[in-house]
């Protein structure tokens, strides 16, 4: 499902007096539907840099990332956010959001996308909301004035909304209590046994032994570092 | 009598045929605004000099002249006009609509229905009909060719918005065989239907425009409307108290100081004519204009 | 099926396509060899500083400016066509009905001593609509979408508030369903909760209506939460162009990265 060869990439400061940091070579990873791979290292040696190049956040210098079929490095904007909108989910550590929007709106958001219709779209969303313990009545309040905890589960569930068939997940039970961490866990073993190939980064070891047939250290791939 | 020192109705030849041929593009072109250019008159704008230069244009010494004014044959314009015709064209004067060969006339159309051997002269103040929407001429021009009309309708929307009902009354906008918007001067809405289908040929002059523009006979006018609000050419609710006519215009004439008003047909001929033929309104009396 | 969904997956062509636009004031460059794509359902945003070229750039492709070179092909009813060889009353036609544009200032954009009604209810006019009581329900329904009270219907325009005006121009420029709609500093001189709520509105119009559209501004802000797709100007020039978050996480070229940069935070 995910498959990357090869991948580099650097970073050319041009207003640093063009000073060229390479932050990635050779690296390459294959994860299979069901799977869950950790990416591990230390900080700063580029997990997020990764998961943001999978994700087509960033740019890659050379190799491959093949999700479902597509090459991201390769294709044009219009395929990667196709791709976003159908097969590729991300739960980043932070929630940007329009002002204004309410919370279930931002939950059902990809759903909508999709076109799924209003109602069951917000079904799922209040769904989800529910099972991460959001009190119903901020459901319809912008999660701009929420506590960080409350944010990050906003943020799974608008991750979860959507089956997406690949899942990208970034600290996704940081500043969680233990109730919700479960909630959290269960969500992406649900995915998991749905079948979606998920990678994810976790500073919880615990969590990261629960969910992950294997880990991948991207220390590995940082030049400078393995040498 | 004729004007030693003028030549025939007051304009030389030359500035005739320019204007006969603005008639004509103008005839070929139903309701579109043809440019001219429209010389000094010995009287100011907006007392007719666009009139007076279509009628100079078309007078020929056999015609015979009727000129009235919101109707009237007797008001200080329709006087002035006819007598400025009568010193410098020496053509024969009438104040009957049926022994008319041309008419000049200032926002009304007669009452008496006209024939294929007449003409009926408009007296235009404001041609454009869109100029009050959209101030700027080559905005207007492009409209015109484009058959932009959308801001017509937003004119009248507008009116039911605010009064419940379209409230122009007069003025009312025309158009004309289904491709010109076409402004039919100040005559009042009641009178837009004589517009359509009329046998007489009907001008239309503005002098300080200076344009004039054309309805052939027989053609085809419509009055802009919506489905829902549909044109009403409506008139006073009453009879003429003098002639007693119920399907003619009427003038509200305020008689004392108390607000006792009477209601008089506008066109003066029309009225005479049927008091003439024994017709009394409430106060009419028979012969001779009550006070 | 959205209205997006729709548009979005039945497209088999751009909805406009752009060849080497150039427009030159003399020797100085206004825009030049600007190429892209734009598909159904996207939102392209071309960002720059004043003197970029970008306001150059909208005024080429809506038909306003006449380009010096290049191509702006429309995917009309009737095939692709060029726009910039089109005749007047054909532009204009497009520009009425397929096409919209929203201006920076409202006041550039309405009719303002028509009533708010009037405003939104013209384009239905100018294409046909001649039954009264649809064309204020029509303009009821959209005053409604863009949050304005039905009750300030037969208010003219000079009584609404800046951000009321522009909510105004929006719906007087949808009415018609057009497909593409060029924006020029949508949100420029509003304040910000006003912008934040403009912002979220043309963000739910898009998606539902299923519009292309191409906004022009500078602020960074306002394309990160609006488009799809980003384009990078400088003196007249295209200097990157990519996704959005793309070019705002990962700048390649050395102006798009000063610009990233100076943005202050909040």
């Not at chain 1, 219709?117 to 309040?141: C, F, G, K, M």
């Not at chain 2, 919101?70 to 064209?89: E, H, L, P, W, Y």
Request: charged share 25%; hydrophobic share 40%; net charge negative.
């Amino acid at each position: 499902m995910i498959q990357i060869d090869g991948l580099s990439k650097s970073f050319t400061l041009h207003n640093q007096g063009g000073a060229v940091i390479p932050v990635m070579a050779g690296a390459s990873l294959t994860v299979r539907p069901g799977e869950c791979v950790a990416l591990v290292g230390a900080s700063g040696a580029g997990k997020s840099t990764l998961m943001r190049m999978i994700w087509g956040n960033y740019l890659a210098a050379s190799g491959s990332i093949r999700v479902g079929g597509l090459d991201v490095v390769t294709a044009s904007p219009r395929e990667i956010l196709r791709l976003r909108r159908e097969t590729l989910g991300y739960v980043s550590q932070f929630l940007r959001v329009v002002p204004r929007v309410p919370t279930v709106d931002v939950v059902a958001e990809p759903l909508l996308n999709l076109g799924v219709p209003a109602e069951a779209a917000r079904a799922r969303a209040t769904h989800l909301l529910a099972q991460l313990n959001i009190p119903q009545r901020l459901w319809s309040l912008s999660p701009t004035t929420f506590s960080g905890g409350e944010q990050q589960r906003v943020n799974i569930a608008r991750g979860f909304a959507h089956r997406y068939p690949a899942l990208l997940l970034d600290e996704p039970t940081a500043s969680l209590d233990p109730a919700n961490r479960e909630v959290v866990l269960a969500l992406v073993e649900d995915a998991k046994a749905g079948g979606a190939a998920i990678i994810g980064i976790f500073h919880d070891a615990a969590a990261r032994e629960r969910l992950c047939e294997r880990s991948v250290d991207v220390s590995a791939f940082t030049p400078g570092l393995a040498a | 009598m004729t004007g030693q020192a003028y030549n025939f109705a007051y304009l030389d030849e030359q500035t005739k045929r320019m204007i006969r041929r603005a008639i004509l593009k103008g005839v070929a072109v139903p309701g579109y605004q043809v440019p001219f250019a429209s010389r000094e008159m010995p009287m100011p704008y907006g007392w007719g000099t666009g009139g007076v230069q279509v009628t100079a244009a078309c007078l020929t010494p056999e015609d015979r002249l009727k000129v009235i004014d919101q109707g009237a044959d007797d008001t200080t314009n329709a006087v002035s006009i006819r007598s400025f015709f009568r010193r410098t064209a020496g053509v024969a004067v009438t104040e009957a609509t049926a022994e008319a060969t041309l008419i000049q006339t200032r926002h009304r159309i007669p009452e008496h229905p006209l024939t294929e051997e007449q003409i009926l002269v408009h007296q235009v103040p404001i041609p454009e009909p869109l100029r009050f929407l959209e101030p700027r001429e080559p905005e207007t021009r492009k409209m015109h060719s484009l058959e932009e009309y959308g801001l017509m309708h937003v004119k009248l929307y507008e009116d039911i918005a605010r009064h419940g009902a379209i409230a122009t009354s007069y003025d009312y906008p025309v158009k004309v065989e289904d491709r010109y918007v076409m402004d039919p001067s100040p005559i009042p809405k009641f009178d837009n239907p004589k517009l359509s289908d009329c046998p007489a040929l009907q001008l239309f002059g503005a002098g300080r425009e200076q344009r004039i523009y054309a309805l052939p006979p027989y053609t085809r006018v419509v009055s802009l409307d919506f489905d829902d609000y549909p044109f009403d050419p409506s008139k006073a609710d009453h009879d003429c108290d003098l002639c007693g006519a119920g399907d003619s215009y009427l003038d509200e004439v305020i008689t004392d100081d108390a607000g006792s008003r009477m209601f008089v047909c506008s066109d003066t001929d029309f009225c005479r004519s049927r008091r003439a033929a024994g017709h009394f309104g409430r106060l009419g009396t028979p012969v001779g204009d009550a006070a | 099926m959205t209205q997006m969904q729709k548009t979005v997956l039945a497209a088999e062509a751009p909805l406009l396509q752009v060849r080497d636009l150039t427009k030159r004031y003399g020797a100085r460059i206004g825009c030049a060899d600007v190429s892209f794509d734009l598909w159904p359902g996207e939102v392209l945003g071309i960002v720059g500083e004043s003197g970029s070229g970008k306001s150059t750039l909208l005024s080429c492709l809506a038909g306003h400016l006449a380009p010096d070179e290049g191509q702006v092909i429309f995917a009309t009813a009737s095939g692709p066509k060029d726009t910039v060889q089109m005749d007047e009353p054909e532009r204009r036609r497009l520009s009425r009905t397929d096409w919209a544009f929203v201006h920076q200032n409202p006041r550039d954009g309405l009719r303002m001593g028509v009533t708010a009604g009037g405003n939104v209810g013209e384009r239905l006019m100018a294409v046909g609509a001649r039954h009264y009581g649809a064309i204020r329900d029509t303009a009821t329904d959209w005053l409604g979408r863009v949050e304005i009270d039905a009750s300030r219907i037969d208010d003219r325009p000079s009584a609404f508030s800046g951000g009321m005006q522009q909510r105004l121009q929006i719906a007087r420029n949808l009415v018609t369903g057009p497909r593409l709609v060029f924006m020029d500093e949508p949100t420029g001189g509003l304040d910000v909760s006003v912008q934040a709520r403009l912002l979220d509105l043309l963000r739910g119009l898009v998606r539902e209506m299923g519009l292309s559209a191409i906004i022009v501004t500078h602020d960074l802000a306002v394309v990160r939460l609006l488009a799809d797709r980003l384009m990078v100007m400088k003196s007249g020039r295209v200097v990157e162009q990519g996704l959005t978050d793309q070019v705002l996480d990962d700048p390649q070229h050395a102006y798009t990265q000063l610009l990233v940069s100076s943005v202050l935070q909040v």
